[in-house]
């Protein structure tokens, strides 16, 4: 049985590859893959603590249930911000006939 | 070495070489597929540590759907007409020190915590669908249907945004 570390290690390893990706990438769709990804590296950190303090008599059911239930609701609310977030790139495409995430700039003014 | 400690690396591997593919790689397509490897990769640690629901919900609402939309997007822009201009490399070399910076802070810091040795119990029912569907559907009730509500505002504004404006606007 693997201990805690390795995991935190695992999330924090996928976390900062996505960090990475986010900030040197220019296309604006693979940024938002990598966000993606840091989502998902939360999640598993969040399975992982939900195993973690189950060793006392009562055994921390309802707890560790509750960490399981919050993975499914931030599964909701990736795919309702990935359904948005397309549709903007989408029209970002039309008005600029280009995805760079620089010519978001023009929102400035 | 145990098999769950084998599974535990093979996953692990796979899942920071996909997430690094990821990242490397040219093409958007290429990207999403390596995605799709660590959403795979992510799910069997989710089945390692018996997490059952959680499992096979990441491979239908990531790997099926959130991935099909990618792959619509990039087939409906064209991205041959228009390749990724080379970005400045002194922002590159800085992005990439700034995440391995984070990394290095993240590892030492939570490598000597008081509970980083704690071994995990992986063969517990906490995961199983029948528990967590009856926490769901009693406790969770609300929040279940208020992200019903959520994902029909998101539906709505994907439309009104994606919609073609009309030429007299212009």
Sequence with gaps: MPEIKWYIFLAVALFCIGVVGALTRRNSIIVFLCIELMLNSVNLLLVAFSKMHMTGKLGNALSAMDAQIFVFFIMIVAAAEVSVGLAIIVMMYRNTKSIDINFLNRLKN | ?170
């Design chain 2, 1 to 170: 070495m145990t098999t769950t400690q084998l599974l535990f690396w093979f996953l692990s591997a796979l899942a920071i070489i996909g997430a690094i593919g990821a990242v490397g790689s040219k093409n958007p397509i290429y990207a999403v597929l390596w995605l799709i490897v660590v959403f795979f990769a992510i799910s069997g640690h989710y089945v390692l540590m018996n997490a059952q629901f959680l499992a096979i919900v990441n491979i239908i609402v990531y790997a099926g759907a959130i991935m099909v939309l990618f792959t619509f997007v990039i087939m409906f822009i064209d991205l041959n007409e228009h390749p990724e201009m080379p970005k400045n490399i002194y922002l590159k070399a800085g992005g990439i020190i700034a995440g391995l910076c984070l990394m290095i802070v993240l590892v030492s810091a939570l490598a000597r915590a008081d509970n980083a040795h704690t071994v995990l119990q992986l063969g517990t029912g906490v995961g199983l669908i029948k528990y967590l569907g009856e926490r769901l559907f009693s406790d969770y009730v609300i929040p279940f249907e208020i992200s019903s509500v959520l994902f029909l505002s998101a539906m709505i504004g994907a439309v009104i945004i994606g919609k073609k404006e009309p030429e007299q606007a212009t």
